[in-house]
């Protein structure tokens, strides 16, 4: 054990290692600046090397201070999911999803609790974020995403399918202008969606105006209540298109985006993950990838 730095230190340590900052940390761990300085000194004292430079006013991480703080991240985290898991009875597990906003907010928060329904031991916690993630910092089991991004070669991927997006209005829109130039409605978080589009379908739909809004959630929006037209991925728009909100009248194609679902172990290692991934695919109901 004279290997081992005092381990209550390292709490402090991992914290000044992710703000790049002794005040951020303070705040977070709710300490004082000066317990979170002592601590890092603490453990730069045991080591004999220095874990932060300090100039100009700044806290910057040294090569071996990144190097440890790297190893505790992952250590502290596995000990904090240990933990979860001893605590929490085995009746309920907690299942911690990280998915795509649009596709959390306009397909799968309506259907958990169907999954509740059918997988009552199962505890889904559900945060909302796209594109590239750490999934040991943020603490999650699962990763929805599109594959657009180019992840960490030691992650698991399951494919669950192909993306099919398609235009999209209300059907009061679509009965006053199909013979009408429309208004094509664009989101900055996929600016390119239109052009992927015209790509994949050989169709370019004649246009009048367009709208920009910030999301895809708030492009389907407004497609729905007779604002234009808007490019809609099946899954978060099959529901309304189902109750007659939404039409598809161009239809549906592949692009050459698939949906994944990224984790730190492989799923089939925990029944948990296994019953909700299968659950994903059944319900997704995508063309295989």
Not at 54 to 70: D, S
Not at 188 to 198: K, L, Q, S, Y
Not at 225 to 239: H, K, N, R, S, Y
Request: positive net charge; proline residues 7%; aromatic residues 8%.
């Amino acid at each position: 054990m004279n290997n081992i730095p005092p381990l209550k230190p390292l709490v402090s340590f991992r914290a000044a290692a992710k703000h790049q900052s002794l005040t951020k940390a303070a705040q977070e761990l709710h300490l004082t600046h000066g317990a979170v300085s002592r601590a890092v000194k603490q453990l730069e004292e045991f080591f004999g090397f220095e874990l932060f430079t300090r100039r100009n006013r700044g806290l910057f991480i040294t090569e071996k201070g990144a190097a440890l703080a790297k190893e505790v991240d992952n250590i502290l985290n596995r000990l904090e999911k240990v933990c979860e898991k001893l605590k929490t009875p085995e009746s309920k597990r907690r299942l911690s999803v990280s998915c795509e906003p649009s596709l959390a907010m306009r397909w799968l928060m309506p259907k958990l609790d169907d999954f509740r329904r059918k997988a009552p031991q199962i505890d889904i916690h559900l945060a909302t974020a796209g594109g590239p993630i750490d999934i040991s910092a943020e603490g999650v089991h699962l990763a929805i995403r599109r594959s657009d991004f180019t992840w960490p070669p030691h992650y698991h991927c399951t494919l669950l399918g192909k993306e099919r997006i398609g235009p999209v209005c209300s059907p009061a829109y679509w009965e006053k202008h199909k013979k009408t130039p429309k208004q094509l409605l664009h989101t900055r978080t996929r600016p390119e969606a239109w052009d992927d589009w015209n790509k994949i379908s050989n169709t370019q739909i004649e246009s009048d105006s367009e709208k920009n809004f910030d999301h895809f959630y708030f492009s389907l929006q407004a497609a729905s209540t007779d604002f234009g037209l808007a490019i809609g991925p099946e899954p978060m728009v099959q529901e309304h298109i189902k109750q007659g909100l939404l039409v598809a009248p161009y239809g549906f194609k592949k692009t050459a985006i698939d949906y994944v679902i990224l984790s730190l172990d492989r799923p089939e290692k925990d029944c948990n993950m296994n019953t909700f991934i299968d659950w994903l695919k059944s319900e997704l109901g995508l063309p295989p990838a």
